[in-house]
């Protein structure tokens, strides 16, 4: 934050994990049973959602069927009897429309499915990009980007949704496997005295490495991503007192995460929302949520296998157990929708930016035909140079995507497409 006045400028940080934890009051808390947690969880997320609810225009709630949005919903419904609830229904096969309307029936919250199939990723997804001011990240932002039209379009200025819950509460694979890797780093220990390569291999890049693959990544993080590395350290120090490996790596993962991971989500929920008139507001992240979190033990957060465990456990009260203890999907957007559309950097603006020889640009293209993640992230920029450099326009962009994608046959028996997406520019 920035502070301009007369005598200067004065620059500081709202929050910063490294000054917010205090590690003694987390050390005393890993000593008592996580189920003590459970009732002062429900207490501060409602009152979240009861002040996240204030508002004098139209406001909803995202609602995909998974548990994070899920509870929201279930909150704000005892404050707002009529709070209506949208998913992004992609045609798909794993797609949450389904799973959304049936948390909706159960909680009495009326779900307004829209429907995200290939036309609609193809006709948005430059939009995205030029909303984000920057090359995307993830497939979902056009479905996200569908779901805030749909709202302004209906009248609704305001949706809850349930970002910040996974880096709070443990609920990324990823922290698991940091768990996982350290904890059978502390076997080994046991067998060998000195198990050095995997030792020092995981403490320098410790989040989601095992410790036969941790020297690359490492010499990677030294080269590309020097800050990085050492709030990672940084972290690793302030958590010292926690004797357990395997609790510190986990807990700093989480902390890691709210600086690299979440930052990116709050980023992109600002621009896709404001993109749409919308303010988009995230009831999990609240100051005294923050501050609960932070002193949790790891094993209010991953329990027994459960990932999230404190979050599931007072959703159990309210949702069905199936959907409480799901699989986690993770907005997903199937990348065949992109296929086809490798072809769109031939005699493009990304060759001439990276100086690719025609010859070089070919097997790029070729290569991008298989790798669908890599095809999503190339052919992004692709749309980002042409936004921001060559000057096109988003809706010629994406008539010239439909044109060279190949129709990926979407699952049966979905409701058609509305032509209800305004014309924006």
């Known amino acids: 934050m920035w502070k301009i ?7 500081r940080r709202y929050i910063q994990a490294l000054t917010a934890v205090d590690v003694e009051r987390l050390v005393a808390s890993s000593s008592q049973d996580p189920t003590r947690f459970v009732t002062e969880f429900k207490d501060l997320l ?77 006709e948005l997804w430059p939009y995205a990009v030029w ?12 479905a996200l ?111 890691h995460d709210l600086h690299h991971h979440l930052s990116w989500i709050l980023h992109r929920h600002d621009r896709l929302g404001v993109a749409a008139s919308m303010e988009m507001r995230v009831p999990f992240l609240e100051n005294a949520l923050f501050d609960f979190a932070f002193h949790l033990p790891r094993r209010a957060k991953l329990h027994r296998g459960h990932a999230k465990w404190l979050v599931k456990k007072a959703a159990a009260e309210l949702l069905p157990a199936d959907v409480v203890y799901a699989r986690k999907k993770g907005f997903p957007v199937t990348s065949k929708f992109s296929r086809g559309t490798q072809r769109l950097l031939l005699g493009g603006r990304l060759a001439e930016v990276m100086e690719w020889s025609a010859e070089a640009t070919d097997e790029i293209v070729a290569n991008l035909v298989e790798d669908r993640v890599l095809r999503f992230h190339v052919v992004g920029l692709e749309l980002w140079c042409r936004l921001f450099f060559g000057g096109e326009a988003p809706d010629a962009l994406g008539e010239k995507l439909a044109s060279l994608a190949e129709y990926a046959k979407s699952r049966p028996n979905r409701p058609p497409t509305r032509k209800w997406l305004p014309a924006t520019r």
């Open 131 to 142: 909303h984000s001011d920057g090359p995307p990240l993830s497939p979902s932002d056009s």
């Open 46 to 122: 409602r009152e979240s959602v009861k002040l996240h609810l204030v508002s004098d225009v139209p406001i909803a709630a995202m609602c995909s069927g998974g548990v994070d949005s899920s509870l929201i919903a279930a909150y704000a419904k005892d404050y707002v009897t009529d709070i209506p609830g949208y998913v992004a229904d992609v045609a798909w096969d794993d797609g949450e429309g389904d799973q959304a309307a049936r948390i909706g029936r159960h909680l009495g919250v009326p779900i307004r499915r829209i429907v995200v199939d290939q036309a609609c990723f193809l």
């Open 145 to 255: 980007l569908a779901v805030t039209r749909a709202c302004r379009s209906d009248g609704i200025k305001v949706l809850l949704t349930g970002e910040g819950s996974d880096e709070l509460f443990g609920g990324h694979s990823a922290h698991q496997i940091t768990f996982d890797s350290w904890r059978r780093l502390n076997s080994w220990r046991r067998l060998f005295s000195r198990p050095r390569g995997a030792m020092q291999g995981i403490r320098h890049e410790p989040f989601g490495m095992t410790p036969m693959n941790s020297s690359r990544a490492r010499r990677l993080t030294v080269a590309f991503g020097a800050s990085q590395a050492l709030l990672t350290k940084r972290l690793f120090e302030l958590l010292a007192p926690i004797e357990d490996d395997a609790d510190r790596a986990f807990i700093a993962h989480g902390l």
């Open 5 to 11: 006045t007369q005598q200067g400028i004065e620059k």
